[in-house]
T-cell receptor, first 116, second 114 residues
Framework: NAGVTQTPKFQVLKTGQSMTLQCAQD?????MYWYRQDPGMGLRLIYY???????DKGEVPNGYNVSRLNKREFSLRLESAAPSQTSVYFC???????????????FGPGTRLLVL | LAKTTQPISMDSYEGQEVNITCSHN???????ITWYQQFPSQGPRFIIQ???TKVTNEVASLFIPADRKSSTLSLPRVSLSDTAVYYC???????????????FGKGTHLIIQP
């Protein structure tokens, strides 16, 4: 049981390049999330998917797109990377998008992205 | 949707009890208070959650007074490995599911010294 996995672990991009961050969970969770964390800052929600087939914007969605490929996988795409997108990206999942035990989020190890 | 305020940093020593207080003056009836812990280079990890009074698990205790305008995370007998960032979140219940309130803020950086 691997929990939440993310690939790649590290990535360096040039401004204008595109890339997709992959996230998968093996806990049969309905809800999945993408966050970014900048130095000295907390986590900010980019997009989330409350259930398979749905996606919604979070606090900082500009410059990103997401795809809920199936129940297990939720990808984050940067179409044209900018230096302001240099950050650590975390994927998370939970049984439901709510509170209580079922709303507890489980996080992946993160992807460190540098945009030059 | 509760806006939470917590200290930026705290110091303590091994073996001490540490209490981190979070203020949430505009907490709503449906808001739960949830705490997460984050070690360097890792994603956050759930610690404890509560609605009112006291909740205790194997890791920590959470005290929420009757007016629910603040809450206190209590870590008993801390060790060096408890050095981490601790986040307090106010989460609102939506019967249909939702992710409003998923704002982690800057958290409290707890440093435990020998």
């Amino acid at each position: 049981n691997a929990g939440v996995t993310q690939t790649p672990k590290f990535q360096v991009l040039k401004t204008g390049q595109s890339m997709t961050l992959q996230c998968a969970q093996d806990m049969n969770h309905n809800s999945m999330y993408w966050y970014r964390q900048d130095p000295g800052m907390g986590l900010r929600l980019i997009y989330y998917s409350a259930s398979e087939g749905t996606t919604d914007k979070g606090e900082v969605p500009n410059g990103y797109n997401v795809s809920r490929l199936n129940k297990r996988e939720f990808s984050l795409r940067l179409e044209s990377a900018a230096p302001s997108q240099t950050s650590v990206y975390f994927c998370a999942s939970s049984e439901i998008a709510g509170v209580g035990v079922k709303g507890t989020q489980y996080f992946g190890p993160g992807t460190r992205l540098l945009v030059l | 949707l509760a806006k939470t305020t917590q200290p930026i940093s705290m110091d303590s020593y091994e073996g001490q009890e540490v209490n981190i207080t979070c203020s949430h003056n505009n907490i709503a009836t449906n808001d739960y208070i949830t705490w997460y812990q984050q070690f360097p280079s890792q994603g956050p990890r759930f610690i404890i959650q509560g609605y009112k009074t006291k909740v205790t698990n194997e890791v920590a205790s959470l005290f929420i007074p009757a007016d629910r305008k603040s809450s206190t995370l209590s870590l008993p007998r801390v060790s060096l490995s408890d050095t981490a960032v601790y986040y307090c979140l106010g989460r609102e219940v939506y019967s249909g599911g939702g992710a409003d309130g998923l704002t982690f803020g800057k958290g409290t950086h707890l440093i435990i010294q020998p």
